[in-house]
């Protein structure tokens, strides 16, 4: 099916010519009033004239060591980080569409072929508009990603070791391709499983404004168990409703992410992403080691504590928390033991390390897992 413009003329299948022009200069509607405001905002007055205070930092690169021991739980943008990669050059909307035209794509709730989200891009009146966010972009397009010959992109090397990959193929869903016009994005969140991430932008500019974990972000509710978030349906209505006062706060951070730029998202962190103008990001969800080991805890305990709100793995793997910590005590045993001793130190438990894991090698072996993913159902992270 055709994108005509606009979803009313698209299921009816109208040609503009046909479509009906209804006369609203007599027309006085609040209801009416706010999505057409939120579809017309202006995104340049909320992201420009950032508070110093407020400001993202900004570095050209950092080594593992430096973001090991200061960075793991900041915020931060690199400026000459992905350069090297192969899609940094070689990636545009118009070069995809040359090649992966006829390639479907998952943009939140529907999977279309690319080139007919081109055309929902190019012509879209939408409140919110549609994301393309898709998990399996890889496997769709024939990437290779790692350090490998003929790579697309890698991980970057300052954000070292990624202890989720002693998942293997049993990990759950960790990188997405992100395309999108002008004003789409994603609401206030946080990334799924305490994980950390990068979020690299290839073509446009994106704003981040993030908040602390603890902080209670103007116009976000959360349920005492942190399972249930509410907020405005759309980033516009947020933006014209309580960014003047979330700017206002001690704890908001806020900065652009340009093309050729990675920005880090910790653990934990709220954060609200627009699109400035129609772009191509790669993104990573991702579990960093430090010296603090605060970060490792904060997965297990999320693993452990929060089991109904694990998303991204295999419905095949029923228990997320003991496939991490029977790969953890192989790979990294003094890792495993420090990091659950945190976690149960910051939840008041007195869990021993043996008794989490397992005493002997017959309970460690106990697990049964398989390989796969389970479900079309992308988050967002």
């Given at each position: ?5 606009s979803w009313?003329?698209t299921v009816?299948q ?5 479509e009906a022009?209804v ?9 009416l009033h706010?999505?057409f405001?939120?579809s017309?905002i ?8 950032i508070?110093?205070?407020n400001?993202i930092?900004r ?8 973001y090991?021991e200061?960075w793991?739980?900041?915020p ?5 980080c ?5 899609v940094?050059s070689?990636w545009?909307?118009d ?11 998952r943009a939140?709730?529907?999977d279309?072929k690319?080139s007919q ?5 190019k ?6 508009p549609l994301y393309?966010f898709d ?6 397009m024939?990437l290779?990603?790692?350090?490998m ?16 990959e002693v998942?293997?193929d049993?990990r759950p869903?960790?990188?997405w391709?992100?395309i999108?016009?002008?004003r789409s ?12 991430a990068?979020?690299a ?7 981040w ?8 972000v ?8 942190s ?8 980033i516009?209505?947020?933006l014209?409703t309580?960014?003047?006062?979330a ?7 806020e ?10 998202v910790p653990s934990?962190w709220?954060?609200l992403v627009?699109?400035l ?9 991702f579990?960093?080691q430090?010296?603090s ?30 496939l991490?910590?029977?790969?953890l005590?192989?790979?990294y045993?003094e ?5 659950l ?10 869990r021993k390390w043996?008794t ?12 049964s897992?398989s390989f ?6 992308d988050?967002?992270?």
């Amino acid at each position: 099916m055709d994108w005509r413009g606009s979803w009313r003329s698209t299921v009816l299948q109208l040609d503009s010519d046909k479509e009906a022009k209804v006369d609203c200069s007599n027309v006085f509607s609040d209801v009416l009033h706010r999505p057409f405001a939120c579809s017309n905002i202006e995104l340049e007055k909320f992201a420009s004239k950032i508070p110093k205070m407020n400001q993202i930092r900004r570095f050209e690169n950092l080594t593992y060591e430096e973001y090991a021991e200061k960075w793991t739980e900041q915020p931060f943008v690199l400026t000459k980080c992905i350069q090297d990669w192969p899609v940094n050059s070689e990636w545009t909307i118009d070069s995809l569409l040359a090649k992966y035209a006829d390639v479907e794509f998952r943009a939140e709730a529907v999977d279309w072929k690319f080139s007919q989200y081109c055309e929902y891009m190019k012509r879209n009146r939408d409140e919110s508009p549609l994301y393309l966010f898709d998990r399996k972009f890889a496997e769709k397009m024939g990437l290779k990603v790692g350090h490998m010959e003929g790579a697309a992109y890698w991980r970057p090397d300052c954000f070292g070791p990624d202890l989720f990959e002693v998942l293997g193929d049993e990990r759950p869903a960790h990188r997405w391709l992100i395309i999108g016009p002008e004003r789409s994005g994603s609401t206030f969140h946080k990334d799924p499983n305490g994980t950390s991430a990068w979020n690299a932008v290839i073509q446009g500019s994106k704003y981040w404004i993030m908040f602390p974990p603890t902080a209670q972000v103007p116009g976000v509710y959360v349920s005492s168990d942190s399972s249930e978030v509410t907020s405005p349906l759309s980033i516009a209505e947020w933006l014209l409703t309580f960014h003047a006062e979330a700017r206002q706060m001690p704890e908001c951070v806020e900065g652009i992410c340009n093309a050729g730029e990675i920005l880090h998202v910790p653990s934990g962190w709220w954060h609200l992403v627009v699109n400035l103008e129609k772009g191509i990001a790669l993104t990573q969800n991702f579990v960093p080691q430090s010296p603090s080991l605060n970060l490792v805890s904060e997965v297990l305990s999320f693993l452990r504590d929060k089991p109904d709100q694990v998303s991204g793995f295999s419905r095949d793997v029923e228990d997320p928390f003991g496939l991490f910590t029977a790969r953890l005590k192989h790979e990294y045993p003094e890792v495993l033991e420090k990091a659950l001793e945190l976690a149960d130190k910051k939840n008041g438990k007195k869990r021993k390390w043996d008794t989490a894991v397992g005493r002997d090698e017959e309970q460690a072996e106990g697990f049964s897992f398989s390989f796969g993913f389970g479900g079309d159902d992308d988050e967002i992270p």
